[in-house]
């Protein structure tokens, strides 16, 4: 009988579920489900307004997902119930959601329907900019070792920085709600019906170092309301990458036209999985994962301190390495403003007639240029910075435009703002012992 295995990807704005032949690495089927309510930057879906720097979720479009996407590659492959071994999954990390003992978040309540704190805080909100700024200072002053293993800089796309932001500005969400789990963590709970925290998560974005978090009077001096944290909000269990969480619930699995109790494995960060995946699997090898922004990963023998990294944890992407995170918080983000705010009409009525989008138009109008040739100078931190200053508050930059510059010319500047900053990144690693003789990028 052969064996299958499906996997799930949530990104930024969709979700995909493959099903794979385990025996021959072949994809059978595949489907892709786009969020209906995307990232939520200006407005929730009742209207109440947003602030700047923020970026939220429904998780509503999670679940739907999850359902929708396993559902079709089911049917579509044809594959018997009691053929499929497992579920895997990778997600966006960093993304928090406040949620009740039952499972259910709090934003899918009338009570906080309109609280904005009360819904997945995706990666990209820096709505908790000055609480990382606080976090990071106090953990300075206190002499926190993990603090240098996390690149001497705490970023507001992290759990603790989001958590604080809600206990400031609204203590309602934070204290009716039992746990603030990452998404990965919430979904794999509506998968098995069990409740687990997985380490690659916890490693990477809520300084779960060493096997430990930080301790009591760490959280106490962030604020007295945080001394008990970790042992009232978060999970108890937590799962190395590569275990079992748990079977898939009876309910789940009728939906899912699967057998109940198919295994589901513990998750992992969703760039991180792209690492096996893309044949990197020993140090000195640099995995660069492109999306609306950038992930550069790598594999170490020992735990070195990198200047702006997001991290390095033991096991965090393959078993018996650490794993080495540093990102640029802006890449596909910066080429779709160009797209999106200076394509001139002119140029969007050729592409259509072409039958290219804005990106495939611009692209072919730079064929034949070389680096410079547009005479422009870009800086990536259109979206902050992440690695290595690991600033959201900074902004980007564009110079050397006249009468004569073209579109092109600036998504030319845009690679090659992508270029410099990955470079800084590769420095950065060198320096600290960690060589980079190789990269792979994907997508």
Known sequence: MPKYAIGLDYGTLSARAVMVNIETGDTIAQSVYTYPHAVMETHLPDGTPLQPNWALQDPQDYLEALVDTIQNVVIKSKVMPEEVVGIGMDVTSATILPVYKDGTPLCMTEKFKSNPHAFAKLWKHHGAEPEAVFIDQVARDRGEEWLDYYGGK???????????????????????????????????????????????????????????????????????????????????????????????????????????????????IDAHASVPGGGVGKPGEMMIIMGTSSCHLMLSEKDSKIQGIQGIVKDGIMPGYYGVEAGQACVGDHFAWVVDNCMTAEYAADAKDLGMNGHQYLTMKLQGYKAGKSGLLALDWFNGVRSPLMDFDLNGLLIGMNLQTKPEDIYLAMIEATAYGTRVIIENYEKAGVPVFRLTISS
């Open 154 to 268: 705490v970023s507001s796309e992290w759990t603790i920085p989001k958590i604080l932001e809600t206990l400031r500005y609204a203590p309602e969400v934070y204290y009716e709600a039992d746990y603030f789990l990452e998404v990965m963590d919430w979904l794999t709970w509506q998968l098995t019906g069990e409740l687990s925290a997985s380490a690659c998560a916890m490693g990477y974005k809520a300084f779960y170092f060493r096997g430990a978090f930080p301790s009591k009077d760490f959280f106490k001096a962030l604020d007295p309301r945080l001394e008990n944290l970790v042992e009232d909000k978060f999970p108890q269990t937590i799962l190395p990458i590569g275990s079992r969480a748990g079977g898939l619930t009876a309910s789940l699995a009728e939906a899912m036209h699967l057998n109940p109790g198919t295994p589901v494995g513990t998750p992992i």
